[in-house]
């Protein structure tokens, strides 16, 4: 098991049953992530371009798989992915496109993602929940297909349609475009580092950027030059930590130039605007009893797990370690942040 979480000398894919076995034990949770980033140096940025980095890993992909699937939103992600197998000639078998089944929160697939793959001579697979799939999950309280990893318990099942446990996995590769380098500055030092709530690990599930360390570190060289050239330092720790700065994140790591990609925006009160929509257009008795379940993960496992002390903005995350850019080192939260994570 490689991305995963362990607690109590267990390990876990799922985050509900991680946080069961920490409240029952009282034990530090840790987000494990592949072996090879500890036997890397990360204080030596990769000759290669990212744009080489990515066509390799893309052929070797190609090589060691019956089937290539490319999991595709219609971001910026997800897209370099599909472009890197696209000018590079690498066969793609599928591309496969989530929806939440509220037309007013799929204007990413809709106005993106799927003018961009009607053009291409690829077999496309469009998953999308039923109003009566959410009438059985809520109402009916349901299992359905449900999440993998139970990480995210915004209204949206989208998630859903993502579980690779429902999905052939035998010589299949499971492509998404995860994840963006993550980065914090502190006594003078670069360090990176993951969150599992942005990877949202699950078995059979490929992370293009991440499950290699020399990819991630690419990322990371990059994302810091471009920082040290442009930004005040006190301005270090916001590029990634602050939404204001997602195109300067994605342009510094190669995602693109100019962006024609949509953006998320975060609400106060939900997971992000796209939740805000389906809420807005779903009937209001299933909104209901989609309340009464976050309630009930209240009540089970209290309010501070949860980002804002609420389900629906999800669990907080937890850290893996942090390796250094700076010199050969790694830190665990507790070490570098002895008074509790905090970004200056």
């Known amino acids: 098991m490689s991305w995963h979480l362990e607690c109590n000398n267990k ?21 494990c ?22 066509k390799q890993k893309a052929l070797n992909l190609r090589a060691n798989n019956d089937k290539i699937i490319i999991w595709y939103s219609g971001g910026c992600d997800s897209h370099y992915v599909l472009n890197t197998f696209l000018k590079n000639n690498i066969k793609v078998d599928e591309i496969h496109m989530v929806k939440s ?35 059985k999950r809520y109402v009916e309280n349901k299992t359905q297909l449900g ?21 052939d996995t035998e010589g ?25 709530v942005d990877v949202t690990p699950q078995p059979n599930q490929i992370n293009f950027f991440s499950d290699d360390p020399i990819i991630h570190s690419k990322q990371c060289h990059m994302l810091i030059n471009e920082i040290q050239l442009t930004k005040n330092q006190s301005d270090y720790n916001k590029v990634t930590w602050f939404h204001e700065d997602q195109n300067f994140w994605n ?12 953006l998320k925006e975060m609400m106060d009160d939900n997971y992000n605007n796209k939740d805000a929509e389906a809420i807005k257009q779903a009937p209001e008795h299933i909104v209901n009893a989609w309340q009464q379940k976050i309630k009930a993960l209240v009540q089970e496992l209290g309010a501070d797990i949860f980002n804002r002390r609420d ?7 937890i850290f893996s370690k942090f390796y250094c850019l700076t010199e050969k080192s790694t830190k665990t939260v507790d070490e570098l942040f002895p008074n509790g994570f905090k970004l200056q």
């Open 251 to 262: 342009r510094a790591i190669g995602r693109y130039k100019n962006s024609t990609f949509p």
């Open 33 to 54: 992530i592949p072996e090879t980033y500890d036997n890397y140096d990360f204080t030596v940025a990769p000759k290669e371009s990212l744009e080489e980095l990515c």
């Open 11 to 31: 390990k876990f894919v799922s985050k509900l049953e991680v946080l069961r076995e920490y409240k029952q034990s009282k034990q530090a949770m840790r987000f």
């Open 147 to 167: 999440s993998s990893n139970d990480y995210w318990h915004h209204f949206r099942l989208n998630n859903d349609f993502e579980n690779l446990q429902h999905h």
């Open 311 to 317: 389900p629906a903005i999800g669990t907080i995350g």
């Open 101 to 135: 089944g509220f037309s007013n929160a799929d204007y990413e697939i809709e106005k993106y993602a799927i003018p961009f793959v009607n053009k291409l001579n690829i077999k496309t697979v469009v998953h999308e929940p039923t109003l009566d799939y959410y009438e």
């Open 172 to 196: 299949v590769a499971h492509i998404f475009g995860k994840e963006k380098p993550t980065l914090c500055f502190i006594n003078g030092k670069w360090y990176m580092y993951f969150l599992d």
